[in-house]
């Protein structure tokens, strides 16, 4: 059976950072872009960043491109999104995705696996 799993949200200040991982159980991704969204409360499901194999390269949300970082180990299965800077509309529950194929993806719809999401709240 195929798993995401996220880890390492929390609560924070302002100002401080979080690591998010997501360990992919059950099948190999290296090869597939991977993606992180968020849902703040009470909206939707938006993209926040992705990364294609190897590290090639990643893309970002504009509001998050200064702050956040995305990478991946691939020998781990995992990928992580570091999140610096926080601001308090930073709250949300974080999800992470396994996209079909190798491109760069951004639409929820792009992406086949999901995690269960990690919450991370951000105070003022």
């Known amino acids: 059976q195929v798993r995401l799993v996220e880890s390492g949200g929390g609560l924070v200040q302002a100002g401080g950072s979080l690591r998010l991982s997501c360990t992919a159980y059950?099948?190999?991704?290296?090869?597939?872009?991977m993606g992180w969204f968020r849902q703040p409360p009470g909206s939707g499901r938006v993209f926040v960043a992705a990364?294609?194999?190897?590290?090639?390269?990643?893309y970002y949300e504009d509001s998050v491109k200064d702050r956040f970082s995305v990478s991946r180990d691939a020998a781990k299965n995992t990928v992580y999104l570091q999140l610096n800077n926080l601001k308090p509309e930073d709250t949300a529950v974080y999800y992470c995705?396994?996209?079909?194929?190798?491109?760069?993806?951004?639409?929820?719809?792009?992406?086949?696996?999901w995690g269960q999401g990690t919450q991370v709240v951000v105070s003022s």
């Open positions: 995705g396994a996209a079909v194929g190798t491109a760069i993806r951004a639409r929820e719809d792009e992406y086949d696996y």
């Open positions: 059950g099948r190999n991704f290296s090869s597939n872009t």
């Open positions: 990364i294609r194999r190897r590290n090639v390269n990643a």
